[in-house]
């Protein structure tokens, strides 16, 4: 098929491939060459995709179907698009305070107000805790988070009570005469101040959630040894999620089940809500919606708790949407994180230590702090060889909001880290930025600090050349008080769960008596696709046209679980799972198939919703056309062949056990790895910065659909050039002074350019036809190409996020050299990429 | 005061409905008239999911109240769907092109769109990145939401073209 | 910038509970039978009224806590966000806007017109370009496709690019009441943080630029955050040239993101400019003391210090932009 009736090819009309052997697909787990053992794949690279093979029958195709049909149209339905009758409309009240004791709480006001169903605080929670799972790190606290807080208040905006009513505004008018008497308590707002000695203790078991430790060999006299050591301290900030859906859900009761249905990244959270209320697990279904963007703020529990808790106390539905503002105030953010580092190196610019230390604001309470510092650590080295390592990665209370996932999940935040530090190192030795990353890229083979092996192509290299590439000539400068400046930045992320978390997914396939398909999967949907590429990869093995696949997501109820989607796991593992599913599906059928056409089970061939014989010629006759998938189905019920199968996809775990030496740590299945290049123009009066050009290359290992792989890379860029330049969550004393849309600035259609993305192909993903997750990977990047670009420009380095123009002007004012804690130091005028 | 009748005219349709005062158009067409793909995203009028088209200019739903609509033209993105249910051409490049990731934007941001291609034949891509603005998306970098502007510009282009030799 | 706010109640808290905020409010609900629905009491009466005359009328019989509601831009997301609870809205969208109208050398705009009418304006394009070039940064699409000239000056936001032209090109904002028209200098107009010399009972009914003469040249400069986003500072500046010598004749300043609101450039510093053509040096200088006399205020975007490094950039941007322009035109007569 060429390239251009690929091209012309429109949704949902099928697109025909001559006949195909049938694919045999390795195990899934392990790397694989780049062939896939399809000896028809063609190479067909394009510009932007060098290495691609020709794109299977959909596998590889920029296809557009099921949810994004009903997008363009309006018509998808999100949590909130849900009205049942007798619906309640719930409101969480909130604390007005960082850090107080509650001497009393007085809803009497708000149940006599006429429209008022409910009014619930802490006492009406039959357990009110939230436990985070261990993560597994030393000295871990175990901390609960009340659902509804009775006694204490962390944070402003924690919730203290719970309002149903008969509408929204009476709910809300209610909500603001629940009255709360506090007895205010010092807070500690900077985990730095936290750790101090004497501090106030968000927790009373001490202000530390946790303390990761990643050690390999000998740090101290590796940098006592090193020819140069270069020292530097970054920050940056409390970043909001901003999905233009906010938080919402409706809930009822159906059956005696309480049952929710909510835009949430992880169904298992029923488990949770039916300890909350004492109920037995069964009793307790929860349904994801197709969300409206999350990039984690929807990891972690929402409205559930408080829906679960008023449906079941007033017996009616109830609808929670939270508003924006709320959404601001008072869901999870993302850590800001110090780190400080000190890079070790030889002469000619090899890494010969590391000595890191980060420190993530945990917030009031864990969520997934715990783990982000993990990843921080983790990943703290990024993809260069580093012999000698010591990491120490501590969350830390404070009485600001809480801090959880959020898209890059502490693999983000390093990334200003090394990547400055990389700059650094070139500038102190007069290198080449591009060549002393060169020197010490990590290689397929390689162990790295966590003790692991990279078992699969290490592409950073081919993504570095793309990327620099794409900047092509250097833009002048438009005016004598203007510079421009060029910067990149490579980066590694993991896809798929830590692995000491034993991550498995299941997927339950079943042809229909018309041959349509239905697919099952507990996964969940953020946006990026993730039901949508289940059908693809389905559809590619069994051969049924796109619209006659239906996929059923979320749904504790019905679906056979397949985990949360976040830790870019969900292409790795639901795939797998489905590509699994699929495989056996196809097995079971057709030796059935086979005896009908008379054909070795070999030859059966699955291609346009039927079944054939391969290497049949047409004057065969009847023969040749094969069966439809519904005479099929008919012929397997009377051979007692059930078409369905379910699968349950554990990832290869063959790697070092938890039994590793101390400081040793098993992480991750696998990585991808990527490229930045940008090039800015800063406006030295004003320290403004703008984007005038703007790249990204990543690995994808290979592309099950390259038009969302290309808005994830687009998307990522974008949300990654807000936090690097105008997102910032201010807090005061704990409290948020941003917490408008009009205030918290997410970057528009007008502020950046055109993204140019270029995607690499190495074909040793471990997803499924050698896929590589990378919705996380493409944002880690953006700061410091960003960072570097301007230290390129004005030569001097910024260390602190957002890039503000006032933090610009700072910088270009401080060349007096007086700052503080290294953050300002002038860069020799090093030459541009 | 309490309720009173209104009749708002939405995508060709009128309804005759029973408002306060006080509610806000955006609520009335999602509670009220069912129609979700109107859609709260702050409140504010700065992240535009709540955009319906008054008479073929872009608003905000959030911020006028249904009783001050009366008998204009409303329409909202369903408006813009064929008589079976089929595809605007706008809407079909955009799906072809990538536009849309979780969706939630789209309304807004396709009515937006096509209310610009209403007033100007061919605007740069310069003009309509400014039109777009105001539509808040979190997922897609707007590239793609151009780039779908853009080939539905170019192909109606064309097709006049085509008409008229 | 954008037709938001700065709002003087504590935005941190929505929900918060408020003591005797609503104890008295919302009694009564009614049950509609037929609907089945639940009404709270509205919020607020509403009257849509379709002549100033009617306006004025209804806001004194409405009381202290109604409001005239025009594009609503700025006036519902303070009652979105509960922090603005008018007992009656006053919908002004029934008068009509006249099509912009010059006059005596004046640029006249009913206080209902749209800043997107003022967009596509020939009219104000030829006489008043300033004011085209300002709008262009106000909001978004949606902001200026209803939000209103007359709505804008009376919000008295201290980022309004209105409030800058109109202070730049000797605005004159026209005023309706009990008492009858009144005509107000903008100089006078913008008094404290979104605080405007409106009495409670008067509409704005127009504003009055002057028109663009030959020999003039104008500038607008602004700094957000991010398009759409409220200015961190902005400029406007116009520069008349001497009608016999090509020498500065008569210069204004419009500065917004100054102070609690809209100011005018001190005229005594700019008056050191008049009968000369300035050097970039002379022109920092006056840029550095008119930002002298303001009084930024830090605030969740900027701080006061960044402001007044950016405001003196501005100013001397502006006032160089003008005069180039100034002189452009002079020279092509």
Redesign the interface.
């Known amino acids: 098929m060429s390239d251009a009736s690929l091209a012309a090819a429109r949704p949902g009309e099928q697109i025909v491939v001559s006949e195909a052997p049938p694919v045999s697909v390795p195990p899934p787990g392990v790397a694989q060459p780049h062939s896939l053992g399809l000896e028809t794949c063609e190479p067909q690279g394009t510009e932007t995709r060098p290495n691609a093979v020709a794109p299977m029958r959909v596998v590889g195709q920029p296809v557009a179907h099921h949810d994004f049909i009903e997008k363009v149209k309006g018509s998808i339905l999100y949590a909130a698009d849900w009205k049942l009758p007798g619906m309640l409309y719930g409101r969480v009240v909130r604390a007005t305070v960082s850090s107080a004791r509650i001497v009393s709480i007085h809803t009497d006001k708000a149940r006599a107000l006429r429209g008022v169903a409910a009014v619930l605080t802490g006492e009406d929670v039959p357990s009110n805790q939230l436990l985070e799972k261990p993560s597994g790190g030393p000295g871990e606290l175990r901390v609960a988070m009340p659902v509804l807080a009775r006694d204490r208040v962390r944070f402003a905006g924690e919730p203290i009570a719970l309002v149903a009513a008969e509408t929204q505004q009476i709910a809300d008018d209610a909500a603001e005469l629940v009255q709360v008497d506090y007895e205010e308590m010092p807070g500690v707002f900077d985990p730095e101040a936290a750790l101090l000695p004497g501090a106030p203790r968000v927790h009373d078991d001490g202000n530390v959630l946790v303390s990761w430790h990643i050690q390999r060999g000998d740090v101290q006299a590796a940098l006592a040894a090193a020819d140069v050591v270069v020292e530097g301290e970054y920050r940056t900030q409390h970043v909001e999620h901003a999905a233009l859906e906010t938080e919402s859900g409706v809930g009822w009761i159906e059956n005696d089940v309480v049952t929710l249905r909510v835009s949430t990244q992880i169904v298992e959270h029923a488990t949770e809500i039916a300890e909350i209320l004492k109920l037995p697990a069964n009793k307790v279904r929860l349904i994801a919606a197709y969300m409206g963007g999350s990039f984690g703020s929807k990891e972690g529990m929402t409205v559930e708790t408080y829906l679960a808790l008023l449906v079941w106390k007033t017996r009616r539905p109830v609808r929670m949407i939270w508003s924006r503002q709320e959404s601001i105030l008072a869901s999870t953010k993302g850590h800001p994180f110090v780190m400080r580092y000190r890079t070790g190196a030889t002469n000619d610019g090899r890494i010969v230590a590391q000595d890191i230390d980060l420190i993530g604001d945990a917030g009031a309470y864990p969520n997934k702090s715990a783990r982000v510092l993990f990843y921080g650590a983790a990943l703290s080295c990024g993809p260069y060889l580093t012999p000698n390592l010591s990491v120490r990665s501590r969350a830390v209370f404070t009485n600001n909001v809480p801090t959880s996932a959020f898209r890059g999940f502490g693999a983000r935040q390093v990334t200003l880290g090394y990547e400055s530090q990389m700059d650094r190192l070139a500038e102190t030795l007069g290198m080449d930025k591009a060549e002393v990353r060169r020197r010490n890229f990590l290689h397929k083979g390689d162990v790295i600090p966590t003790g692991e092996t990279l078992d699969t192509a290490v592409a950073v290299g081919e993504t570095l050349e793309r990327a620099l590439a794409r900047l092509e000539e250097p833009s002048a400068p438009s005016g004598p008080s203007k510079r421009v400046g060029r910067g990149f930045a490579c980066n590694m992320h993991p896809y798929g769960r830590t692995v000491w978390f034993k991550d498995s997914a299941s997927a339950w396939l079943s042809i229909q008596a018309d041959g349509t398909l239905l697919i099952r999967c507990g996964v969940t949907d953020v946006g990026g696709g993730q039901a949508a590429s289940l059908c693809q990869i389905a559809s590619e093995i069994l051969g049924v046209p796109l619209e006659r696949i239906s996929v059923y997501i979320g749904d504790t109820a019905l679906t056979p679980p397949a985990g949360g989607t976040f830790a870019t796991r969900q292409l790795f593992m639901s795939g797998n799972a489905v590509m699994q599913a699929a495989l056996k599906l196809r097995e079971l059928v057709a030796p059935v198939a086979a005896e009908a056409l008379g054909c070795p089970v070999a030859g059966v061939v699955f291609e346009n919703g039927r079944v054939k014989a391969a290497g049949r010629s047409p004057s065969a006759g009847a023969s040749a056309k094969g069966i439809s998938l519904g005479e099929l189905v008919s012929l397997c019920e009377a051979r007692s062949v059930d078409p369905t199968t379910l699968y349950l996809f554990h990832p290869d775990a063959d790697r070092r056990g938890s039994d590793a030496e101390p400081g040793q740590l098993i992480s991750f299945p696998d990585y991808t790895y990527g490229t930045h290049a940008a090039e800015v123009e800063v406006d030295l009066e004003t320290g403004e910065v703008e984007v005038l050009k703007y790249a990204s290359c990543h690995d994808a290992g290979r592309a099950i659909n390259p038009l969302r792989v290309e808005g994830q890379m687009q998307g990522g860029a974008m949300q990654g050039l807000g936090y690097a330049l105008m997102e910032e969550i201010i807090l005061d004393e704990g409290k948020i002074a941003s917490s408008l849309l009009a205030n918290y600035l997410v970057p528009t259609s007008d502020d950046m350019p055109d993204v140019m993305v270029d995607i690499v192909e190495s074909g040793e993903g471990k997803g499924p036809m050698n896929a590589r997750g990378l919705g996380e990977a493409v944002i880690g990047n953006v700061a410091p190409t960003i960072a570097n670009a301007v230290a390129d420009a004005i030569g001097f380095r910024p260390t602190q996020l957002p890039i503000t123009p006032e933090r610009v002007l700072a910088l270009l004012e401080g060349a007096d050299g007086t700052s503080a804690s290294g953050s300002v130091s002038p860069v020799p005028s090093a030459s541009s990429q | 005061m309490s309720a009173r009748q209104v009749t708002l005219q939405v995508n060709g349709v009128a309804h005759e409905i029973s408002v306060t005062p006080d509610a806000l158009l955006l609520d009335v067409l999602r509670d009220q008239l069912g129609m979700n793909d109107v859609r709260y995203g702050c409140g504010e009028g700065v992240c535009g999911t709540c955009t319906v088209l008054l008479d073929g200019e872009a608003v905000s739903g959030c911020l006028v109240y249904a009783v001050q609509v009366e008998f204009r033209e409303i329409t909202t993105l369903a408006g813009l769907l064929g008589e079976d249910e089929s595809l605007h051409p706008l809407q079909e490049a955009f799906l072809r092109l990538g536009g849309t990731q979780c969706g939630f934007c789209t309304p807004g941001v396709i009515l937006t769109a096509y209310s610009l291609a209403q007033r100007m034949p061919r605007p740069t891509r310069e003009e309509i990145r400014y039109e777009l603005g105001g539509s808040l998306c979190r997922c897609t970098g707007y590239a793609k939401i151009i780039d779908a502007v853009e080939s539905y510009l170019d192909d109606r282009v064309l097709a006049s073209e085509e008409t008229r030799s | 910038m ?3 706010f700065e709002p003087a109640v504590d ?9 005797g ?3 008295n ?6 049950l ?1 039978d037929w ?1 089945r629905r ?9 009257e ?1 009224v379709r002549s100033y005359e009617e306006a004025v009328f209804a806001l004194r019989e409405h009381g202290e806590g109604a409001k005239a509601l025009a594009g ?2 700025s006036l ?2 303070l009652m ?3 922090l603005l609870r008018p007992s009656a ?1 006053i ?1 002004l ?1 029934g008068i009509g806007a006249s099509a912009p109208q010059l006059d005596g050398g004046r640029l006249w705009l009913s206080a209902m017109t749209r800043y ?1 009418q003022v967009l596509v304006s020939e009219l104000a394009r030829f006489q008043t370009p300033l004011l085209t070039t300002a709008i262009a940064y106000v ?5 200026r ?2 939000g209103t000239i007359g709505g804008a000056l009376a919000h008295g936001q201290a980022t309004s690019e209105l409030a800058a032209v109109a202070l730049a090109l000797g605005g004159e904002i026209l005023a309706y009441g009990p008492t009858g028209t009144r005509v107000i200098d903008a100089e006078e107009f913008f008094v404290g943080h979104l605080k405007t010399d409106l009495r409670p009972e008067e509409v704005v009914t127009g504003l009055r630029l002057e028109a663009a003469q030959p020999r003039q040249g104008s500038s607008f400069k602004e ?1 957000a ?6 200015a ?1 500072a902005g400029v406007a500046a116009n520069i008349t040239l001497s009608p016999e010598r090509d020498v500065i004749g008569g210069v204004r300043l419009g500065l917004i993101g100054v102070d609690e609101h809209p100011v005018a450039g001190d005229r005594t510093v700019l008056s050191a400019l008049v009968g000369r053509i300035p050097t970039p040096a002379e022109i920092d200088e006056v840029a550095s003391q008119v930002t002298a006399r303001t009084a930024p205020v830090t ?5 006061a210090s ?1 402001r007044r ?2 405001v003196r ?2 100013i001397r941007r502006a006032l160089t932009e003008a005069l180039e322009r100034a002189e452009e035109r002079a020279s092509a007569e």
């Open positions: 954008m037709a938001m935005t941190t808290t929505p929900m918060a509970a408020a003591p905020a609503l104890e409010a919302h009694a009564r609900v009614v509609d609907e639940w009404y709270g009491e509205p919020r607020f009466n509403y849509l609503g831009q519902v997301p979105n966000l509960r809205l919908d969208n997107s909001g978004n699409v949606r902001v496709n209803r700094l955050r991010r398009s759409g986003a409220e961190i605030d969740s975007q900027s701080t960044y490094r950016l950039v501005l």
